[in-house]
């Protein structure tokens, strides 16, 4: 996977930040206690996570691992305790404050991206919203995520074994039975979310189902 340069991908993250601050901005106070799609996480959950996320750096993310006892699952429950406001528009505020920043773990920057577009859909989808993502914010996710083993979030050993194409054939990676589909759903199944993903067509898929 080519390393995209970090002034190349920033403003891709900030624009996403930004894009889904303008989405928050037309829910109710009920839709923000709408369960996301991540299991367990509301709306205002998610929204939470990203603001605590934004913030990580590696010895942030080194001290909250080591007072979850070194759970993640832990620690990111810990992070939307922190960050998760009272009322939606405290969450809010905390997201603006943090969508210009540049903070990172010690990981590829394209991570940046799949954690604002991945997330930002676990919120839209399940409040009914839509956005369209620009390929050149999908197709790094993508990368990113395929090349990245299923232990840690990614889909590595599936994507080792198909070609993932877009339905407008522009973009393909990889060798074997194809799964075709926008680029926006074929990001969904490489991150975890395959059970969301629709729209995708091709001999591959007996693959994942």
Not at 42 to 67: C, E, I, Q
Not at 82 to 109: C, F, H, S, Y
Request: net charge negative; aromatic share 4%; with cysteine.
């Amino acid at each position: 996977m080519s390393k995209i340069p970090a002034s190349e991908i920033w403003p891709l993250v900030h624009a996403e930040r930004l894009a889904l601050i303008d989405d928050l901005g037309t829910l109710d106070p009920d839709q923000w206690e709408v369960p996301s799609l991540c299991d367990g996480w509301s709306v205002h959950d998610v929204a939470a996570h990203l603001a605590d996320n934004a913030r990580a750096t590696f010895f942030r993310l080194l001290a909250g691992m080591a007072k979850a006892g070194f759970s993640l699952d832990r620690q990111n429950d810990n992070g939307v305790a922190a960050e998760k406001a009272a009322t939606p528009d405290g969450t809010l505020r905390r997201l603006v404050e943090v969508a210009a920043l540049r903070a990172t773990p010690p990981v590829p920057l394209a991570s940046r991206l799949v954690e604002e577009i991945a997330h930002g859909e676990d919120i839209r989808r399940a409040v009914g919203l839509k956005r369209a993502y620009p390929a050149e914010s999908l197709e790094p996710a993508i990368k990113y995520q395929a090349a990245t083993p299923q232990g840690v979030g990614g889909a590595k050993e599936l994507a080792s074994r198909v070609q993932l194409c877009s339905e407008d054939e522009d973009f393909r990676l990889g060798i074997g039975p194809q799964i075709a589909g926008p680029r926006l759903e074929l990001l969904m199944l490489v991150s975890g979310r395959g059970k969301h993903a629709v729209g995708l067509t091709g001999p591959g898929l007996a693959l994942v189902r």
